[in-house]
């Protein structure tokens, strides 16, 4: 059997061409294929990583060649692609003759068929590099152009979703759940943290179900299987993330008992001990109208496992606000569910009876300014929430941290360089942003020491050399900046500090999309 790839190993492809000139030329057309994405040809079945074997099919001798070509490849090597005629002829009762005969080879092509042979390749060895994504300026590799900032990347590993949540049209405009290959994900995964990204985040309409629509059948990623389900996944991504320092952090999970056994990676530390979990509502019947999956019900229950599996755990989620029918009492059950839960980042949205939604036609439709009072009042009993967990943590009147927007007017919090004063700039779109209605802040989280994020609108003072990264709430964090060489203190004075804020305050204000915040 050939030995483990190695990130910087070429992949070895053995090739056999027999049989006519016809055939001869196809081999030709694959072998140039192969060798403008960076594959390598092997001179023996045993020094490649898998083997090829265009086939002729026409007469006795020549099938029978090909099928002992087939098996010795199979007996050295383990790993065969069949193509040529011989692929194209029926057995008994109609079945391909090559996987009667061999039913453990990876695939099996007719003639002619240069893309399905490749594809077959990518499935179990992934490409080195693409002829054409690699002379794109900019890009990372296989992942292509990026819009985000180098220092985080999202990643989507499907499209569409299973479910008919009554307040969603998104399954009418993006069809049911389709699953990428774990290997495409991988690779793309591995440009991504070659390229720099510091913070991956995992996107799609419902990440827990990744898997479920081919029946989490087994892919192929350097090599090696790897099943195509969200546990196996993330298993890969934490360890790839790792030698890059990089972060993995998991958006748009659905509680299903599934999620249970990604918990442990997060208290293993392999990815960032964070999930984002549109629970949308707590009580039974309006989850019911909402034709909500997962078992809703039980999801306290859920929450305390993980909390228990992991402490460190952060949940963020969303929730809906009058939704059509939505009882007081059925609204109370949902604040009492974000107290008892502490939910630590929560957003609510007030209904909206976007057009071609099934709940429109529920009865009981709430007037808008009552949705609107009861999303306020939910965002208020989140507030509370996420006080008393600062409280409880002990970071509320901390010494060593301090808001923003408290900082950057105070010169005593910078360095105590000759000349240097907070600056102007920084100090109008803090104002901006405030005046928009948002609080402004910004979280540090430490490397090389055993403080956690601060879980809140709190600026760390001490121990900026050790740094790793920063991010603003609320919302969803992601940026990534490396702090190194910043000393014990920040200088807000300093054209760096101002510009690394100023970035994600412009993230932020686009996200929420505050006028007039304009500091290019």
């Known amino acids: 059997m050939s030995e483990a790839l190695s990130p910087t190993k070429a992949p070895k492809v053995g090739f056999v061409s027999l049989g006519c000139p016809k055939n001869l030329t ?11 994405e960076g594959y390598q040809t092997a001179k023996t079945f045993e020094g490649a990583d898998l083997v090829i074997v265009n086939t002729c099919g ?30 194209a002829r029926s057995g008994e009762g109609g079945g391909n003759l090559v996987q009667q005969m061999h039913p453990s080879v990876l695939a099996v092509t007719g003639p002619q068929a240069t893309q399905e042979v490749m594809d077959a390749v990518h499935r179990n060895l992934p490409k080195p590099h693409d002829p054409f994504l690699d002379l794109v300026p900019g890009a990372f590799g296989e992942a292509g152009i990026k819009l985000t900032p180098r220092h985080y990347a999202y990643l989507k590993i499907s499209e569409g979703c299973n479910h008919r949540c009554t307040f969603c049209i998104i399954p009418s405009m993006r069809g049911d759940l389709v699953s990428r290959p774990i290997g495409d994900v991988l690779k793309e995964a591995r440009a991504l943290f070659e390229g720099g990204v510091k913070e991956l985040l995992i996107i799609s309409q419902d990440t827990s179900a990744y898997g479920v629509d081919v029946k989490y059948r087994t892919g192929f990623w350097d090599g090696k299987p790897v099943k195509t389900r969200l546990l196996e996944l993330v298993q890969s991504l934490g360890e790839m993330a790792a030698p890059y320092g990089a972060w993995v952090r998991l958006h748009y999970v659905y509680p299903y008992p599934s999620v249970d056994e990604i918990i442990p990676l997060m208290a293993q530390g392999l990815v960032l001990p964070y999930l984002d979990v549109p629970f949308q509502h707590s009580h039974p019947d309006v989850l019911k109208r909402m034709k909500r999956p997962a078992s809703g019900e039980k999801n306290l229950d859920r929450i305390q496992r993980w909390r228990e599996a992991c402490p460190e755990l952060v949940i963020r989620s969303t929730f809906i606000a009058g939704f059509p029918g939505e009882t007081e009492e059925e609204f109370q059950h949902l604040l009492d569910f974000m107290r008892e839960a502490r939910i630590d980042r929560a957003g609510c949205f007030a209904y909206s009876d976007v057009n071609g939604a099934e709940a429109n036609n529920l009865p009981g439709m709430l007037p808008l300014e009552e949705r609107e009072a009861r999303r306020a ?10 006080v008393a967990k600062l409280q409880r943590r002990g970071l509320a009147n901390h010494w060593g941290y301090a808001p923003l927007a408290w900082l950057a007017p105070e010169t005593r919090y910078c360095s105590k360089r000759p000349g240097t004063t907070p600056a102007s700039e920084l100090i109008a779109a803090i104002d901006t942003l405030h005046a928009a209605g948002l609080e402004v802040v910004l979280d540090v989280v430490f490397n090389h020491t055993a ?3 601060a879980d809140g609108p709190m600026l760390s003072l001490r121990g900026l ?16 900046q490396d702090w190194t060489g910043c000393g014990n203190s920040i200088n807000l004075a300093e054209p760096r500090m101002v510009e690394l804020v100023l970035g994600a305050l412009r993230h932020w204000a686009g996200h929420y999309g505050v006028d007039g915040f304009r500091f290019d």
């Open 26 to 36: 196809d081999s030709e057309l694959i072998l140039t294929q192969l060798s403008a």
């Open 58 to 87: 026409f007469i006795d001798d020549a099938v029978k060649e090909s099928l002992d070509t087939i098996g010795d490849a199979l007996a050295e090597n383990g790993k065969v692609i069949v193509t040529g005629c011989l692929g």
């Open 377 to 386: 009042r939910f965002m208020a009993v989140a507030e509370e929430v996420s």
């Open 451 to 453: 403080e956690l994020d």
């Open 465 to 480: 050399a050790n740094a790793r990264a920063y991010h603003l709430v609320p919302g969803n964090p992601a940026h990534y």
